[in-house]
């Protein structure tokens, strides 16, 4: 079995930073693409960011592009998520996820492409 933990979630002013990161224990694999989600209250949960499996491609969604940057550990699957300029409307649960196929990360934005998923970090943007 896999695990995925997140951490570096908490209370940040709007135009502040966090910065996430995503450990996998248990079942060793070779390295696999990362995804990050989000899910604030009430919401379905949706794509933020991936990373392709040799880290050679991202792929960002448009409410976080040019803010947040997505980025790995070579060779292990561990990644990280830095946030910047955060705005009360990324008030949400973030969540990784590993996905065991190899595809390029333009090609990681469905949740159903996703086979691990970590249990969540929260992070809340105050105005």
């Known amino acids: 079995q896999v695990q995925l933990v997140e951490s570096g979630g908490g209370l940040v002013q709007t135009g502040g930073s966090l910065r996430l990161s995503c450990a996998t224990s248990g079942r060793a694999l070779s390295p696999k693409g990362m995804g990050w989600f989000r899910q604030a209250p009430g919401k379905e949960r949706e794509f933020v960011a991936a990373i392709s499996w040799d880290g050679l491609s991202t792929h960002y969604s448009d409410s976080v592009k040019d803010r947040f940057t997505i980025s790995r550990e070579n060779n292990q699957n561990t990644a990280y998520l830095e946030m910047n300029s955060l705005r009360p409307e990324d008030t949400a649960i973030y969540y990784c996820?590993?996905?065991?196929?190899?595809?390029?990360?333009?090609?990681?934005?469905?949740?159903?492409?996703?086979?691990?998923w970590g249990q969540g970090t929260q992070v809340t943007v105050s105005s």
């Open positions: 996820a590993l996905d065991i196929q190899f595809r390029p990360a333009q090609a990681m934005e469905s949740i159903r492409l996703y086979d691990y």
